[in-house]
């Protein structure tokens, strides 16, 4: 089994910063794509940011130039970065990871148990 476990939310003041960590470990596998999405209260679940295997990012409108999404292919590890914080970044953030599971041979999709941001104005 893949667990994925998240670090990094928290309390902050507009304008500020914080940084979210997520880290698959468990079956061997490979990872096809991270990333991360949120969920605020009474609205559905949206994807903030996403990172390709290779590399390649994309990022939700409201969030560009603010957020900056990576990973550390070592430490199975990808981060979101979350500068200039403002009241309706408020949510639920979840990392998700599509994985290749070498000893089941398929490819599966994982989500972390969320970690809660408040940006307070």
């Known amino acids: 089994q893949v667990q994925l476990v998240e670090s990094g939310g928290g309390s902050v003041q507009a304008g500020g910063s914080l940084r979210l960590s997520c880290a698959a470990s468990?079956?061997?596998?490979?990872?096809?794509?991270m990333g991360w999405y949120r969920q605020a209260p009474g609205k559905q679940r949206e994807l903030v940011a996403h990172?390709?295997?290779?590399?390649?990012?994309n990022y939700v409108d409201t969030v560009k130039g603010r957020f900056t999404i990576s990973r550390d292919n070592a430490k199975n590890t990808v981060y979101l970065q979350m500068n200039s914080l403002k009241p309706e970044d408020t949510a639920v953030y979840y990392c998700?990871?599509?994985?290749?599971?070498?000893?089941?041979?398929?490819?599966?999709?994982?989500w972390g148990q969320g970690t809660q941001v408040t940006v307070s104005s």
């Open positions: 998700n990871a599509d994985l290749y599971i070498y000893y089941q041979g398929l490819r599966s999709t994982f």
């Open positions: 990172i390709t295997g290779g590399g390649s990012t």
């Open positions: 468990g079956s061997t596998f490979s990872i096809n794509a």
